[in-house]
């Protein structure tokens, strides 16, 4: 337990303290200007802006899960961190778990709170803000799962970035698919799915990120 | 299992079994075409146009097949290690998204006439599309990953990744929306008359061949692939 936390507060300093705040910021700044840039593409009439609104944050909420993914492992790799986590019996398994929580915790929360000001730059009602903050509470964790287990798979490689983007984006349609319908639906089962879906995301991927690791030391 | 590990007995029996698979598939596929063309009759509702069912279907299972068989492959390298694993998965990649694109371009084609428009957001279309994407991804990250020298088990844990999610893409894209008619043969039976059946079968048979034949083709060219990388080495190494 002492070691969780250790490695937590290690990996949170990184991210919201070290040389890697730009990479925690930017995705927040990224998804407030797509809810900006939205209304200069449709027009600015209120009622398809309020309509529309929310699947456009749970986009642009998808759209910036992908840019921490080049930096989240990358200088970690580089400096052997994970290798000397590995010489003194550490499994990847554990190291994957605590990232993907400090992965979490520097953007699901953010974008969270990021979510009022685009809300209202979208003219959302308080009604549909309340079900898109949940969907995110529900789905960010699964968005974060799904970056993780591609930034183990694409660590290294050139063009990391639009590898990502293209790996990335089929495999958070389920997210989005039960996220973003569940403001149609307005009912919370939508939700519950959605969190079933990251419950099982989260779950696979301490061992898919893991062996991901794993092989890339191998190779 | 190992038996076919060493490649040079693989490639004995691949040199014969590409060709005679690829030859019985297009005789089969195109027996089956006619068939279906000119002999089947016309449906009562939707006509004519119901004949482009005989590429439409064939190809749907292979491209959902394809990735079933990426993942079989990725299993048996990561825990086996197998050797030809690896290969085979990659080699199955390009085919299995090839016949996915058929069977979206098919199934647009179909529905101008059936649905009036080339595109619905329909959930079983959207699925394939998203598998379409799926298998673009993979191809990338088996190029980039060649490219650099990765290992391959890094392409084998996204392919095991993406047959997990494979099915929630399926089944949430369906719940989102749905307009396509359901599928008409289950393993519980068939909501189709036998004169639609046995063409259907046969170019389903043919078109597996004609997988089943790019599929080996494709392994025996990476194989040579890596054999010539090998040859020049020793070459260079000689000089």
Do not use: K
């Amino acid at each position: 337990m002492n070691l969780f936390a250790a490695l937590l507060l290690r990996d949170l300093g990184q991210m919201f303290g070290g040389g890697r705040r730009g990479a925690t910021l930017l995705p927040v700044l990224f998804f407030i200007a797509v809810a900006m840039l939205y209304p200069f593409a449709v027009g600015p009439a209120p009622e398809l802006l309020a309509r529309t609104g929310g699947g456009v944050i749970w986009v642009a909420a998808l759209l910036a899960s992908i840019l921490p993914l080049d930096r989240l492992l990358q200088s970690d790799v580089e400096r052997g961190f994970f290798d000397q986590l590995y010489l003194r019996g550490i499994s990847e398994e554990l190291v994957v778990t605590v990232r993907l929580l400090a992965h979490w915790l520097s953007f699901g929360p953010p974008l969270m709170v990021a979510a009022i000001p685009a809300a209202a730059l979208l003219g959302i009602n308080g009604q549909t803000l309340r079900t898109v903050e949940l969907g995110l509470l529900a789905g960010t964790p699964g968005l974060a799962a799904i970056g993780l287990i591609i930034a183990a798979l694409t660590v290294g490689m050139r063009g990391g970035a639009a590898l990502s983007g293209l790996l990335l984006i089929p495999l958070a349609v389920p997210l989005l698919v039960f996220g973003a319908g569940a403001l149609s639906t307005g009912g919370d089962s939508g939700i519950a799915l959605t969190a079933a879906i990251s419950l099982l995301l989260v779950a696979i991927t301490p061992f898919a990120g893991g062996a991901a690791i794993r092989a890339a030391r191998e190779s | 299992m190992h038996g076919f590990a060493n490649p040079a007995r693989f490639l004995r029996i691949a040199r014969w079994l590409t060709p005679a698979l690829l030859v019985a598939g297009l005789a089969l596929t195109a027996g089956s075409l006619a068939w279906g063309l000119f002999a089947a009759p016309a449906e009562r509702l939707q006509g004519d146009t119901v004949r482009i069912v005989f590429i439409h279907v064939p190809s749907a299972w292979l491209g959902m097949g394809g990735w079933t068989a990426i993942a079989v492959a990725s299993l048996v390298e990561l825990v086996w290690r197998h050797p030809l694993a690896a290969i085979a998965a990659r080699a199955t990649a390009v085919p299995g998204a090839v016949f996915a694109a058929i069977c979206l371009a098919s199934g647009s084609i179909w529905g101008r006439p059936a649905w009036g428009t080339w595109w619905v957001w329909d959930g079983r279309l959207t699925s394939m599309l998203v598998l379409l994407f799926l298998y673009l991804g993979y191809i990338a990250l088996a190029q980039a990953s060649d490219r650099e020298g990765a290992s391959s088990r890094i392409v084998a844990i996204f392919g095991l990744v993406g047959a997990v999610n494979i099915p929630i893409i399926h089944f949430s894209v369906l719940w989102w929306n749905s307009l396509h008619q359901p599928p008409s043969l289950t393993t519980g039976g068939s909501a189709m008359a036998a004169e639609f059946l046995i063409p259907l079968a046969v170019a389903t048979l043919g078109f597996s061949f004609i997988f089943g034949g790019v599929v080996l083709a494709r392994m025996r060219a990476i194989l040579a692939d890596v054999q010539a990388e090998a040859r020049l080495r020793r070459r260079a190494l000689e000089d």
